[in-house]
């Protein structure tokens, strides 16, 4: 049971580049979200997903696109990378009932920074 | 809006002793609460949560007490330990949405 599994750890991109950010979680959560942290700040919910096929956006949804293709993987996909998008990047994961519990369990993170 | 705050961004305490961390929030539709604990380098790691129609919870060390009235959140730690030392995240998540939304973090310092 590997939890929420992030990839890569770690990632430079130039201005423009493109690139996804793998997320994979074994625990058949429903809900998955991706959130960004910036230095001295919370969490902000770029993009959430309830189940396969659906996704919605959250506080900071542009210049990302998400897909939710499988319960297990959600992807996050940076279009046209900007200094703005230098952040690190959590995937997250939960039930989606109150038996379950609606607490997230986080993987480690990718530290992106653009050049 | 929707926002969720907190009161300190910083807390110094002795070991050994109890650490009290508060949090506001605006949404009283809000439904659900979750203290998160990030330690330098990880991802935020679920401590407690509580749902709105309770006022308190208890866990291993930790409390969390709920004041709906004045929308209020706090974490208490019963002697605190040198290993409690990291930033701690409230959340909350809207009544009958699916979004949890993250306040900024108070980061707590524990003294030897």
């Known amino acids: 049971n590997a939890g929420v599994t992030q990839t890569p750890k770690f990632q430079v991109l130039k201005t423009g580049q493109s690139m996804t950010l793998q997320c994979a979680q074994d625990m058949n959560h429903e809900y998955m979200s991706w959130y960004r942290q910036d230095p001295g700040m919370g969490l902000r919910l770029i993009h959430y997903?309830?189940?396969?096929?659906?996704?919605d956006q959250g506080e900071v949804p542009n210049g990302y696109n998400v897909s939710r293709s499988t319960t297990e993987d959600f992807p996050l996909r940076l279009l046209s990378a900007a200094p703005s998008q230098t952040s690190v990047y959590f995937c997250?994961?939960?039930?989606?009932?109150?038996?379950?519990?609606?607490?997230?369990?986080f993987g480690s993170g990718t530290r992106l920074t653009v050049v | 809006g929707e926002s969720v705050g907190l009161h300190l961004p910083t807390l110094s305490v002795q070991e050994g002793d109890n650490s009290i961390i508060n949090c506001a929030y605006s949404n009283s539709a809000s439904d659900y609460f979750i203290w998160y604990k990030q330690e330098s380098g990880k991802g935020p790691q679920f401590i407690i949560d509580i749902r709105s129609n309770m006022d308190k919870r208890q866990g291993q060390r930790v409390t969390v007490l709920l004041n709906k009235t004045v929308k209020h959140l706090s974490l208490q730690i019963a002697a605190t330990q040198p290993g409690d030392s990291a930033v701690y995240f409230c959340?909350?998540?809207?009544?009958?949405?699916?979004?949890?939304?993250f306040g900024a973090g108070t980061r707590l310092f524990v003294k030897a």
């Open positions: 997903s309830v189940g396969a096929g659906i996704t």
């Open positions: 959340a909350e998540k809207g009544g009958g949405g699916f979004k949890t939304i």
């Open positions: 997250a994961s939960s039930y989606s009932n109150p038996l379950g519990g609606y607490g997230y369990t």
